[in-house]
């Protein structure tokens, strides 16, 4: 009766307009006692507060896998191979480019491009390759790689992880994506992913990122047996490195992107399945209470963003009610969650916005920095309205 007298108490004060920071141990309250509904009411109000206005912001990208060798052996992965598999490629500059050219031909402003950690490839091969993307294609922001990326061409090159960075700005990388942060607590990282290294690795490259001007965003995967600490735990990570980001007057983190692990087809689902661990993957409702708890608790980051590839377009839509302010991207093209068996991992800009609409919001397109951009749709009543709907 203690908890439940708290919980209410918690969330009667994030509700007011200048509610004070949450802590750990209310965000835990919280995420393990809070009725959703309510929860969710709460978080959509902060959001009204932080985004100000009945707008719902997208992307239109293409995701790039570049390479799938990797050595890093992630048991949620099922898109990587070792070197020397019979299944790996690298794709050449070439190939990269006539992808981006389909790109532009739709209106997209962003490559997403990230692979693996590949022991093959040295600092020319990517320093070549942005110079000449940049080259051929000035008007795509090239949002590329992954801090475990640039420490493994560190590795190879034996620079430190900010000289590779520096280099790579230089012939036109604009920013450092999220990707490879999963879950900062190392109890559960390096169960996970031991070869992928400490939460403080992630961390330390992301600043020396933001520190140099990168456009960089935050993610989370969830679902790999944690406890509801251990996701807030995560949350505090990144709220902490964004309070020094804004200290510094860096750029900081755009955005939160959070997601379920898919355990389809993937050693560690096998694996956990067969060893009966439980909390695994995340429900709808599971989720839309991570989202409504990460738009109250990153109190420092405006933009909470959605994911439609991994739950669904239905639940991506819900999820705008629980404190989410983007829909994510298009991605073009994805080959990572697909490969673990997701099945629906494209949408156009169409059915992005016709979600938005659906759900009482506008639709508005943007860039990686978050700048609106025009969109060659008309909204509202012409836009597709067959569009099926997932439940």
Known sequence: MFLLSTCREILTSQNMNNASRLTIEDAIILYDQADLNDLMGVALNRRR????????????????????????NCQFCSFYRPPGHRET????????????????KVGGSRILMQGGVNPELDLEYYTNLLSELRINHPSIDLDCFSPIEIEGIADVCNMSTLEVLIELKSVGLHGLPGGGAEMLVDDVRLDVSPKKGSSNNWLRIMGEAQSIGLVTSATNVIGFGETNEHRILHMNAIRNMQDLALKNNWLGFTSFISWPVQLENNVFGKKSRRNKVENLGSGPEDYLRHIAISRLFLDNID?????WP??????????FFAGADDAGSTMMEENVVSASGTKKTEANEIELQKIIERAGFIPIKRDSEYNKLKTCFVKSKN?????PMQN
């Open 89 to 104: 490629y690298t794709q050449t500059i070439g190939e990269i480019s006539e992808r981006i050219m389909e790109l532009e």
């Open 303 to 307: 933009h909470i963003q959605s994911s």
């Open 49 to 72: 507060i932080i985004v100000p206005n009945n707008e719902i912001t997208y992307l239109v990208d293409r995701n790039i896998n570049y390479t799938n060798i990797c050595t890093i």
């Open 310 to 319: 991994t739950m669904g377009l239905g639940v991506a839509q819900m999820a």
């Open 383 to 387: 836009i597709s309205a067959e569009i």
